[in-house]
């Protein structure tokens, strides 16, 4: 029997290019496979994707297989689940990785029951046993209040990977692969669903994931008018506005503006928390900000054991302050 | 319309993270005292969508959920809120299973109902935030599916489905029967009504043992995991935080306005 061997990534494309979280896998995917002795692939699926391949060897794969056709121009669960279980059953990698994406979560755990496998979804870590050599599968649990490590005693072992868990590589152009087409084969009346529309929500401003300065606020902001003053000092310091869960609920932000566990994961340079308390599920969605300055009326309040500077009082009368002496400070 | 909703009880999510407490040598979480079960939230996001359909279209809604020590009070909360049936699979032989030994009971259990066009799941539940449940009960029914569903609209006998994509949405349409993992988008869940209320109070639980759905004993809990749980851990967090003092609110704002420059974060 063939034996299972080396690491594959799933590498979604954006734009044309390698979505960040590609190669934020490859650069996981590398050491995984570094540490295991063995090559690192990369899948790439779609239409008209042929050029990704030269990339995702420039982010150190060894390997590109590329399967390219019209009929995979859209992400649909039946074509994807149909074409990455060929490639795996052809090149049969230990080890298989997918980014938490709205393809990834719907994608992993479809392909692990059809190849009676498991995987672990959402995984912040991941790094190969010393002893059994198996993955370890670490990730957040009970709305990030745990976390879990896991393993899969099958091959291959899936999961998906959060956004920025992993830092990419410096893309090296002069690196050497081998670039293998697949053939999809498809048959289109397997396909049982079908793309109406694809419709991309604008969003002001600078995105909240690739911002690098958050201004983030909890239920203590009160109101949607409350959020105005929010946004002047995220302006002032060229940042985005976040907000908790309850906010969003409460129609003060859109939806689109959570962070943590069900909502955005941002990891910007600076997170300012006003009047939020750190839930659990609110930090497994910024815990990996470089700084994070909290402002609550509550000493006892979470966010003050995850910050670094803090001010305890009323966010209503020291933001505004804040806000002017920043403005300032960075207009010297 | 026959539509069946999976649900499940859970800890408490919104209960205080001070207490939250794990057993380390059992890797178990111990229970909260004092603090009562709920119905997991994911799980009645996929009540309301079958309600909203039951509403604009009629039609019969069955609850199902497995686990022990089920509080009736707590899992009968669907039919208060207008589901119609609620099954249980309650068995010790059920407990201890991860996404694999779960997903396989309930679409066992499933076909036994046999009659459905669409069955929901939430995206993933509370506790563990697995997020594969609904994946697998499609792949072992063979039914297509759908996730992260923020809203269902039923038109000549097939599903349009907005689902969640990380840029917005996209609209899917798929055939019936099908499968539907909902998420917390499709927005909240309906309250109970007295009436509700008083229905649900006298309506009795179907319950079912593994051998009411015929599923081989080594493919459901403990013994049907296909992962291993190696550690279950709280992890630690000694970020020392400097709080900024001032005589005033409007100085220690502006006070930490220079702090940050001092030290460079901005």
Redesign the interface.
Known sequence: MAEYKGVMILGEAKEGKLATIATELLSGGRKLADDLGQELSALLIGSGISGLAKEAIAFGADKAYVVDDPLLQDYQTDSFVFVTEKVVKQVMPQILLLGQTSIGRDLAPRLAFRLNTAASLGCLELAIDPQSKLLLQTKPVYGGNAQAVFTCPSFPQIATVRAKAMTPLEPDQSRKGEVITVDAALDPSAIRTKVLEKVAEKVEGIKLEDAGVVVSGGRGIGSAEGFKQLEELAKVLKGAVGATRPPCDNGWMPAGAQIGLTGKIVAPDLYIAVALSGSSQHMSGCSGSKTIVAINKDPEANIFREARFGIVGDWKKTLPAFTDKLKELLAQ | MNMIVCIKQV?D?EAP?SS?K?DPSANK?VPPQGVSPVIDPYAEYGVEAALKIKDAKGGKITAISLGTNQSRDIVKKPLAMGADELVLLEDEAFDGG???ST?YALAMAIKKIGEYDIIFCGR?A???????VG??I???LGL?????ARKIDITDGKA?VE?????????????LP?LITVS??IG?PRYPTIKGIMAAKKKEPIIWKPADIGVEASKIGAAGR??????????V?G??????EGE???????N??????EDK??
């Open positions: 800890i999510p993270p939250f794990i979480v991860d996404s694999y997903a993933e509370s506790d563990w935030n697995a997020g594969q994946s697998g499609s792949e072992i297509p599916g759908v996730t992260l349009r689902r969640v994509t990380d840029e917005g949405y996209e609209v899917i349409e798929v055939s099908c917390n988008e909240e296909h992962t291993k749980l190696l550690k279950l851990f709280q992890p967090r970020g020392k935080c400097e709080i900024i005033s609110p409007e100085e220690a704002a502006a930490l306005a220079l702090k940050l420059r974060v901005l």
